[in-house]
């Protein structure tokens, strides 16, 4: 079974940084359309960000520009750098594959407030 490990969500102020960084226990991962979602209170989970096995991305349209998907295969490894960060980016954010697992990771709380 695969397995997600979310790390470095934090509480920022608005327009701060974040990196997440997320570990993916597989054999396949250089095969995957790497994935971060977030959920935020009393919302569906959403589908920020993408990256293909041949590094095309995409992203919701609310954090074009800000948000940042990379992976490093080498390691089985993804990450989202974060930056401008609005109050609305408070969430759990969550990685996976897309079309994503049935299983998913604890998450990792990003707070944005003043």
């Known amino acids: 079974q695969v397995r997600f490990v979310e790390s470095g969500g934090a509480w920022k102020q608005p327009g701060g940084s974040l990196r997440l960084s997320c570990v993916v226990s597989?054999?396949?991962?250089?095969?995957?359309?790497v994935a971060w979602y977030r959920q935020a209170p009393g919302k569906q989970r959403e589908l920020v960000a993408r990256?293909?096995?041949?590094?095309?991305?995409a992203y919701l349209d609310s954090v074009k520009g800000r948000f940042t998907i990379a992976r490093d295969n080498a390691k089985n490894m993804m990450y989202l750098q974060m930056n401008a960060l609005k109050p609305e980016d408070t969430a759990v954010y969550y990685c996976?594959?897309?079309?994503?697992?049935?299983?998913w990771g604890q998450g990792t709380q990003v707070t944005v407030s003043s």
């Open positions: 996976n594959r897309d079309p994503a697992f049935d299983s």
């Open positions: 597989t054999n396949s991962f250089s095969t995957y359309t």
């Open positions: 990256r293909t096995p041949n590094d095309a991305t």
